[in-house]
């Protein structure tokens, strides 16, 4: 296949989906937001363990710094999962299903992909 005729046939698409991402944005604004303030708190916490463990684990050139972003983001987050609580499980009831979904496959065709060897 020529790929000089594949190229616009990429973009139309891209800009097909695109549009339609934009639009069902529009149209979901309400559950966008839901998923954004339930996301943010889970978020907020990794990022503060990451820089926990990063003032613990590295060198001492930057650990105050680390220690002071631990600190904010952790009490950040925690405080973003007491006040939105039922949008933070909202967000783990819906990302739970998709995401074993997706493992389930990947092991599925890791172990398919292991017998045929």
């Not at 950040?76 to 909202?90: K, L, R």
Request: aromatic residues 12%; hydrophobic residues 55%.
């Amino acid at each position: 296949m020529n790929t000089t005729t594949m190229r616009p046939k990429h973009i139309a698409c891209g800009l097909l989906v695109f549009a339609a991402g934009l639009y069902l944005l529009l149209t979901n604004i309400l559950y966008c937001v839901e998923f954004i303030k339930g996301a943010a708190q889970p978020f907020l916490i990794i990022i503060g363990l990451l820089a926990a463990a990063s003032a613990i684990f590295t060198s001492k050139t930057n650990r105050t710094i680390n220690i002071l972003v631990a600190i904010v983001f952790l009490l950040v987050g925690s405080y973003g999962v007491y006040d939105e609580y039922y949008a933070t499980m909202d967000f783990f009831h819906g990302l739970i299903p998709p995401l074993f979904v997706g493992i389930g496959i990947i092991c599925l065709v890791h172990g398919i992909s292991r017998l045929n060897k």
